[in-house]
């Protein structure tokens, strides 16, 4: 039994992975444009790491955050190093902050998600500040947290029945 657990979760971590590669893929395309909202691209990435970050154990999210991190700065060429610790950061905070509230329920799932969005859009002006000397935050800027809370939610549910869906039937 702890086997067909063990396989089944590995299949489940290894959609997470895919789907790090196809969104990387998708934001580094020519295609970005036609999916951009307002010259915003939402930050699928972000949304999997907070995912996968409640659904597991610290040793796993690491690994992700890792890889995400990783994959991350080798296609940003402008900020070398600067994804990596900040994906780090931002799974030792959801380690945090689930370890003291029940993780499946959603609305706390969403108020943790929503927390490191809007903190990831705070430390991402605050690096444009110092880079810049100026900086101009847009009403829009809300809308766009927005969209990475709701895209938070609707990638939740997937990944949700997705799992189910492997505990379920048997490969």
Not at 7 to 32: A, G, H, P
Not at 56 to 67: E, G, I, Q
Not at 94 to 108: E, H, R, Y
């Amino acid at each position: 039994m702890l086997s067909e657990n063990l396989k089944k979760n590995n299949r489940l971590t290894l959609i997470y992975y895919i789907s790090v590669i196809l969104f990387l893929l998708i934001q580094s395309s020519v295609f970005i444009k036609y999916i951009s909202i307002t010259n915003f691209h939402p930050n699928t990435l972000l949304v999997l790491l907070i995912i996968f970050s409640l659904n597991n154990n610290f040793k796993d999210s690491f690994k992700f955050s890792l890889f995400i991190g990783i994959f991350k700065d080798l296609l940003n060429p402008n900020y070398i190093l600067l994804d990596l610790p900040i994906y780090i950061l931002y799974l030792f905070l959801i380690q945090i902050l689930k370890g003291g509230i029940v993780s499946t329920n959603v609305l706390n799932r969403v108020l943790v998600a929503g927390f490191i969005i809007v903190l990831d859009f705070i430390i991402r002006n605050t690096i444009l500040y110092f880079e810049l000397g100026d900086i101009n935050i847009e009403p829009i800027a809300i809308v766009h947290i927005l969209v990475d809370i709701s895209l938070f939610f609707l990638f939740d549910r997937i990944f949700s029945l997705i799992s189910k869906k492997l505990n379920k039937y048997e490969f």
